[in-house]
């Protein structure tokens, strides 16, 4: 894929980029090894004052950064105003939690005794340049969620953003600069995928995470396992979204719809399994469906837009197959499933019913506005039918039953457990998946100390 800005609203290509030279590759790799050995020195007070600043900056800049994003990958603008604003709230809150989350931790006295010391503590110390690899659909948040946290604890970043976004990817970089960051704390190189495993492989790069697809989650854990070196793989995900008898079925089948077709539903965490039920299967699928309908697909620079563009020719080619598939299988589609007419790489919100397992979109992720509906006769179908998936990133339960709930959490097979509500992502609490969803958390304590060196500190007695 070329390093370009293509208009999904049009197919326009407005702007290319030169990908990096290997001369220039080098030259990234030293700044950045140059950077930590100071970066790593400073205090958390320095380094709050820094990440407060760039987030001062985010908050200023949101609404032209907003029509980058909007213009290189499709969600409505509205949307991408709100990324920003959520990145810069993450952004406040790592320079005001760090030093806490990662304060010295004083082992118990009778153990340290035991081991023959006087006292014992762990701390967490910085690991050094860290490799982002990081996908289009959310070009701020993703790479924010890895960054904040990376520079608090003092590594540098090193970012390969999707070849899609290369604008957004380059204000990232000049971003920490304007905030005053020193050159080579953080970076963004335009490569493609091809030239990814050099980079991880040099013994400069300490760690590296991704967001994206399973086949680059495997890619790129591969190289680093042949190397030795720590990951956080954030993949995809079908997430369930159970509705039992007992729920507000009006309110989950308005969320839903929200659920469903955020981001243009090109979400790993967007609900896309609909398990209802057969108590109120009817209910709920006559108001889901009608929500569904009712949603403004259009330009997504226009204020009114619920709905824009896929960001790609080849995805909703994919999406197609995948409805094409599951139509000509059997499924009865209750909206949508059909390309429209004109420019720009538009599909329907689509809600598509009577699905069986032999279905591709049974197992596969469905990354755009389209949601499938399974009926349950009872509990235990429905978190049969929840957990009959390779992915496991997060869950989406309604009802009002106490007992059900406990069980919901107790059996779902993913790394959250969303009841009568939406999955949604904050600083404060853990992310992250199980299965074919990936390992490691990002966000909250737990994300800031994936990549620490977590170090016994043992005083003789």
């Not at 609203?9 to 001369?23: I, M, P, R, V």
């Not at 993450?90 to 030093?99: C, G, I, S, T």
């Not at 959310?138 to 390969?160: C, D, E, S, T, Y």
């Not at 409805?323 to 059909?338: N, R």
């Amino acid at each position: 894929m070329p390093i370009a800005t293509v208009n999904p609203a049009n197919g326009e290509t407005l702007k290319t980029y030169d990908a990096l030279s290997a001369e220039e590759i080098e030259h990234r790799l030293a700044t950045a090894e140059a950077a930590f050995h100071t970066h790593r020195t400073t205090s958390f007070a320095e380094r709050a004052q820094l990440l407060h600043r760039a987030a001062d900056l985010l908050e200023g800049d949101a609404q032209d950064i907003a029509r980058v994003m909007t213009t290189e990958m499709g969600k409505p603008v509205k949307q991408a105003r709100a990324e920003a604003a959520k990145c810069a709230k993450a952004m406040h809150w790592y320079a005001d939690h760090a030093e806490k989350l990662l304060a010295d931790e004083e082992g118990d006295t009778a153990d340290a005794q035991d081991s023959g010391a006087s006292r014992v503590l762990v701390r967490y110390r910085p690991l050094g340049p860290v490799l982002a690899v990081m996908p289009w659909n959310f070009p701020l948040w993703q790479v924010i969620r890895f960054a904040a946290p990376a520079l608090m604890a003092g590594n540098v970043g090193l970012l390969k953003h999707a070849s899609n976004v290369p604008q957004t990817a380059l204000y990232l970089e000049d971003l920490f600069r304007r905030a005053g960051y020193p050159e080579g704390c953080f970076q963004t190189l335009l490569i493609g995928s091809g030239a990814v495993e050099d980079v991880l492989r040099d013994p400069r790069v300490k760690a590296a995470t991704l967001t994206g697809s399973e086949p680059a989650g495997r890619a790129v854990a591969s190289v680093a396992g042949d190397e030795v070196k720590k990951t956080v793989l954030e993949l995809g995900g079908s997430d369930p979204y159970v509705v039992m008898p007992s729920a507000d079925v009006e309110r989950a089948a308005q969320v839903a719809v929200t659920a469903r077709v955020q981001n243009n539903g090109q979400s790993c965490i967007a609900a896309k399994r609909f398990i209802v039920h057969t108590d109120v299967f009817d209910a709920f699928a006559e108001r889901f469906t009608a929500g569904m309908k009712a949603l403004t697909v259009g330009d997504p620079l226009d204020e009114n837009t619920d709905v824009g563009p896929l960001s790609t020719e080849q995805g909703r080619g994919d999406l197609e197959e995948l409805v094409d598939d599951a139509v000509e299988s059997g499924a009865t589609v209750l909206c949508g499933g059909e390309r429209p007419d004109g420019s720009g790489w538009y599909y329907p919100p689509t809600v598509l019913t009577d699905i069986t397992p032999e279905m591709r979109i049974h197992l596969e992720e469905a990354f755009g506005p389209v949601a499938t509906l399974y009926r349950a006769a009872d509990l235990d179908e429905a978190v049969a039918i929840a957990n009959d998936t390779p992915f496991g990133l997060s869950s989406n339960v309604w009802t009002r039953d106490e007992a059900e709930i406990d069980r919901f959490v107790r059996d779902l097979e993913a790394g959250g457990v969303y009841v009568n509500g939406m999955t949604a992502s904050h600083p404060a609490f853990p992310f992250g998946g199980v299965k074919r969803s990936g390992y490691g958390r990002e966000l909250s304590g737990h994300g800031i100390r994936e990549f620490c060196n977590i170090t016994t500190v043992w005083h003789g007695a």
